[in-house]
């Protein structure tokens, strides 16, 4: 079998971005395929604590899977729930890997750049995060990875990384799908990128200060449809999706399309002519409410002794495939 492999950080409260954008397609992409191939959905607790964290990684951890749970992930065999520090072949294998990279490489990597700018000083996880992000994948034989366009310049180092191991050791990794073959396959061609409530030109962000800027996925849903009725839109009085001139507009528009399960371009031909931007906002308020009402029930209803139930279950999968792996490797540098 295939392996799909995926992970959303899990230092606090998801927003409504990382669940339509990250989330949902993940959730859906596993249950079309997961009859067929391994898919294996990880917390990265690791990479969490590159940066200030609340403390409750532990909570926040079984909050993630609760939140893929009540997105509709299906569970069956091919399903496989772990977090990255209860597998202990991922450190052990990034150390490795650090032998095999290079400084040059790894100092090239744009989000290295961006989050040490301006700073006198960064702690050496965030230089060393796109290797710890190459084991997670290589220890898995993962092809495909779903996940967003800033991290495709990481996968494109784990293929490096996995060819140059290869080409020294034999073939012991298996080297993950070209960037345009995993947008190919998420079908992602145009990705979801839901925008800033206040500030539209910039994706929506929960480490952004205003709070009506995003809407957490724990927000009342009265106050979650308050933030949409205040949300920023254009003075061109039409309804057109056009993100480049009508940002505002077309974030309701995407947002009131995928909040409903709808195709973006019916939502589109729904409003097309329109010009009350009053009427879009509060459709999409109405939306969003009763979207957050359903998703926070489901999230009630989930006990937390079956999450860490399956979370254990799947620690014992990875750890026997992730130790299957480190042992080649350490074969491969004579250690074993």
């Excluded at 079984?62 to 597998?87: C, D, M, P």
């Excluded at 310049?153 to 060819?163: C, D, P």
């Excluded at 999450?307 to 999968?317: D, H, Q």
Aim: charged share 25%.
């Amino acid at each position: 079998m295939q392996t799909i492999l995926t992970g959303i950080r899990s230092n606090s409260v998801l927003q409504l971005g990382n669940y339509l954008g990250a989330m949902l397609p993940m959730v859906r992409l596993a249950n079309e395929y997961s009859k067929d191939w391994q898919v294996n959905i990880f917390v990265p607790d690791l990479h969490s604590i590159i940066s200030d964290v609340d403390g409750n990684l532990k909570e926040n951890a079984i909050r993630t899977v609760k939140n893929y749970l009540a997105a509709g992930l299906e569970i069956n065999e091919n399903v496989h729930l772990y977090r990255q520090s209860y597998v202990p072949a991922h450190s052990e294998l990034c150390w490795i890997l650090n032998c095999v990279a290079t400084m040059g490489e790894t100092s090239r990597m744009i989000q290295f750049k961006e989050k040490s700018k301006g700073q006198e000083s960064c702690n050496v996880g965030i230089f060393d995060y796109p290797i710890l992000m190459a084991a997670d994948i290589l220890l898995y034989d993962a092809t495909y990875i779903p996940l967003g366009e800033d991290q495709f310049q990481h996968i494109e180092l784990t293929r490096n990384l996995a060819m140059r191991f290869n080409n020294r050791f034999g073939e012991i990794f298996t080297v993950p799908a070209k960037t345009a073959d995993q947008v190919k396959f998420m079908k992602a061609d145009e990705g979801i990128r839901i925008r800033d409530l206040l500030n539209p030109e910039k994706k929506m962000s929960k480490s952004t200060a205003a709070e009506n800027s995003k809407i957490m996925l724990d927000d009342d849903p009265a106050k979650a449809a308050k933030k949409i009725m205040s949300a920023t839109t254009d003075s061109l009085g039409k309804i057109k999706y056009d993100m480049f001139n009508q940002p505002g507009i077309s974030n309701l528009l995407q947002i009131e399309a995928l909040v409903t399960d709808t195709p973006l371009q019916d939502v589109i031909a729904t409003w097309a002519g329109e010009t009350h931007y009053g009427d879009l906002k509060q459709k999409v308020a109405s939306s969003v409410s009763a979207m957050l009402t359903d998703f926070q029930a489901k999230m009630a209803s989930i006990n937390d002794e079956d999450v860490i139930a399956l979370l254990e279950k799947g620690e014992k999968y990875a750890n026997e495939v992730a130790n299957k792996k480190l042992l080649e490797v350490q074969k491969a540098f004579n250690l074993r």
